[in-house]
């Protein structure tokens, strides 16, 4: 089976843009979310989204946003970008349920200028 | 409030030894505790879970450990080798028998080095 797959990989945004990242999850999983790594904060969840519907939410402010397709790829959007949204946001899939192991895609590398 | 901690921030052993990596959490109401280990500029890869209802796992040379009255577990991998070097995350969850509902909590890596 193909693993988890982002695009782009990587993207250079200026401050106040708004950017689209998207995530395909591995074949059969329909649970998808979302973690933003950084140095100073580590791995942080986001959010998840499982049959199109967002099902948990971190805290992050709301110009963080998501969304899955019927497909369950799914998309997350960055409005308003800030110096600080530079990282790299990483998308995991897990079939759910019962099992919870999430594998995770190769991230997007995010540089806010 | 750091609900998974991973206090050694790098952890340096030789090549055939064993390595102990050490995860704590503070929320009881954890039930699935996973590793993953991770390269740079890449996703976190998957190595080893555990359930609470189970206290050892083991995948050829990798061992998960969980102590629930101590809140603690630990990896062990043995023998280490110089491939395995990389930061490693503990993360747990909350499965509540309906799923995760996707939200792991990360300790913040320890980065293991194994030198030949």
């Known amino acids: 089976k193909a693993g988890v797959t982002q695009t782009p990989r990587y993207l250079i945004k200026t401050r106040g843009q708004q950017v689209t990242l998207s995530c395909s999850p591995i074949?059969?999983?329909?649970?998808v979310s979302w973690y933003q790594q950084t140095p100073g904060q580590g791995l942080q969840f986001l959010f998840e989204?499982?049959?199109?519907?967002?099902?948990n939410k971190g805290n992050f402010p709301g110009r963080f946003s998501g969304r899955q397709f019927s497909n369950s790829r799914s998309e997350m959007n960055v409005s308003t970008l800030e110096l600080g949204d530079s990282a790299l946001y990483l998308c995991a899939s897990s079939i759910d349920p019962p099992n919870d192991t999430q594998y995770f895609g190769p991230g997007t590398r995010l540089t806010v200028l | 409030d750091q609900q998974v901690k991973q206090n050694s921030p790098s952890l340096s052993v030789q090549e055939g030894r064993i390595s102990i990596l050490n995860c704590d959490y503070t929320n009881s109401m954890f039930d699935y505790f996973l590793w993953y280990k991770k390269y740079p500029a890449e996703g976190p890869t998957f190595l080893i879970s555990i359930s609470s209802i189970k206290d050892k796992n083991e995948d050829g040379r990798f061992t998960v450990f969980l102590n629930k009255s101590a809140k603690h577990l630990s990896l062990h991998i043995v023998p280490s080798q110089p491939g395995d070097s990389a930061v490693y995350f503990c993360a747990a969850c909350r499965s509540g028998g309906g799923g995760s509902q996707g939200n792991l909590i990360f300790g913040k890596g320890t980065k293991l080095s194994v030198k030949p």
């Open positions: 074949s059969g999983h329909r649970s």
């Open positions: 989204y499982f049959s199109e519907t967002q099902r």
